[in-house]
C-alpha cells in the first residue's frame, strides 16, 4: 500500500491550487484521511481531516479558504486551496488509516509530500 501526493506548485497570492492524495495497493478498506503541512523550519502539523462518510475537520489556519474531500471509488483525497497566503508555503502531506488485504489491524502509512509555494 502506497500514497502518492501530487498537485503541488508556485502560484501568486490569492492563487489556487488542488493537490490530490492517491491510494494504491491492496487495500480492504482507508479509514481516515488527513493533510498535514511542513513549513521550513517548522513541525508538522494537522490542518485537515476527512473521514470515510465525508465529514471533513479543518483546522482554523485554513477554514474558509481550504476545503477537504475524498473520493472512495478511485481511494482519493483532495484539499482545494483558495485564496492562498505566503503562509500556506509548506511540503503538505498526506496521511491515511488503512487495514490492507489480508490485514486485521489499522495501520498507518504516509505519502511522500508535494511542495506548495505561494509567492509573487
Known amino acids: 500500500v502506497q500514497l502518492q501526493a501530487s498537485g503541488g506548485g508556485l502560484v501568486h497570492p490569492r492563487g489556487s491550487l488542488r493537490p490530490s492524495c492517491a491510494v494504491s495497493g491492496d487495500v480492504f478498506v482507508i479509514r481516515n484521511m488527513d493533510w498535514y503541512r511542513q513549513a521550513p523550519g517548522g513541525q508538522r502539523e494537522l490542518i485537515a481531516s476527512v473521514s470515510r462518510g465525508g465529514g471533513a475537520d479543518l483546522d482554523d489556519s485554513v477554514k474558509g479558504r481550504f476545503a477537504v474531500s475524498r473520493d472512495n471509488i478511485k481511494k482519493t483525497m483532495y484539499l482545494q486551496m483558495n485564496d492562498l497566503k505566503p503562509e500556506d508555503t509548506a511540503v503538505y502531506f498526506c496521511?491515511?488509516?488503512?487495514?490492507?488485504?489480508?490485514?486485521?489491524?489499522?495501520?498507518?502509512?504516509w505519502g511522500q509530500g508535494t511542495e506548495v509555494t505561494v509567492s509573487s
Open positions: 496521511h491515511a488509516i488503512i487495514v490492507p488485504n489480508g490485514s486485521f489491524n489499522d495501520q498507518d502509512f
